[in-house]
């Protein structure tokens, strides 16, 4: 019999040997939207914050959010934002038993994309 | 069945509950500030400080924080866990992931504090 050379365990340096199937792009970009959120968190109650304190800082936040960065800070943001609240409607349908076929999944996976990808668009127009 | 004593609530059909119960406040909480943005195109401080100023958004803002809280615990807990683990990290990943939780521990008290502070502080 052949030995088998699998390897037992996959670590980092295997990522660029795997397959990346649409289901399993659409549910890694959800984390990697959750953990930009998760910075992402300072900066918007940073924003809360000076935009509450007063009729000044409310004004400065607004300067600040049509300056390029501000622009691009903000867009980023809502990009990951809208990501991760379609990929977390679609993994709250999958909970009720949805889309737990291949095919469902994969139909699930694109509409996700989709939706996120018009809602990033979106959101590019907004802040422009 | 195995207790993860770093998990928010040391069970895992719990914390998955948790989980969708803030997820649910949040997206609400989302669409509804966003919706008001949306229909308030050249808000004014008056306008957007008169929509934080009642009880209820208060205590809306105050259960989205609550939420942001729980939620990315169990998230960031679970990425720890799935990644920063021996084969990936070697010998000394219990203690590099155990650094890492202390880190996104800080950084969500550091967060709670901070969303109080905007919400009833004094300033």
Redesign the interface.
């Known amino acids: 019999m052949k030995q088998n050379s699998r390897p037992i365990?996959?670590?980092?340096g295997d990522l660029a040997s795997f397959k990346w199937p649409i289901t399993a792009l659409s549910s890694i970009t959800h984390?990697v939207a959750?953990?930009v959120l998760?910075i992402g968190?300072?900066f918007m109650?940073y924003a809360?914050?000076l935009?509450?304190?007063?009729?000044q800082g409310?004004?400065s936040l607004k300067e600040m959010m049509v300056s390029p960065l501000g622009k691009f800070i903000t867009w980023g943001l809502l990009s990951a934002?809208a990501y991760h609240?379609v990929a977390?409607?679609k993994?709250?349908l999958m909970?009720m038993g949805l889309a737990e076929t291949l095919e469902s999944a994969q139909f699930a996976a694109k509409t996700t994309i989709f939706f996120s990808a018009a809602l990033i668009a979106l959101a590019a127009i907004?802040v422009i | 069945m195995v207790s993860q004593v770093t998990s928010l609530s040391r069970n895992g059909v719990s914390d998955w509950v948790i989980q969708r119960v803030s997820a649910l406040v949040l997206a609400t909480y989302t669409l509804w500030v966003f919706g008001f943005v949306v229909l308030n195109p050249g808000m004014d401080f008056a306008t957007w400080s008169g929509f934080f100023n009642n009880t209820g958004m208060q205590v809306f803002t105050m259960l989205a924080v609550l939420s942001t809280a729980a939620h990315a615990w169990i998230g960031m807990w679970t990425i720890g866990s799935d990644y920063l683990r021996e084969h990936t990290l070697g010998p000394r990943a219990t203690t590099l992931r155990f650094i890492y939780q202390i880190g996104c521990v800080l950084i969500i008290a550091a967060y709670l504090i901070w969303g109080i502070n905007i919400l009833w502080g004094n300033n």
């Open positions: 365990n996959v670590g980092i984390r959750g953990v998760f968190v300072a109650l809360l914050d935009s509450l304190s007063s009729e409310f004004l934002l609240f977390g409607i993994h709250l909970d907004w």
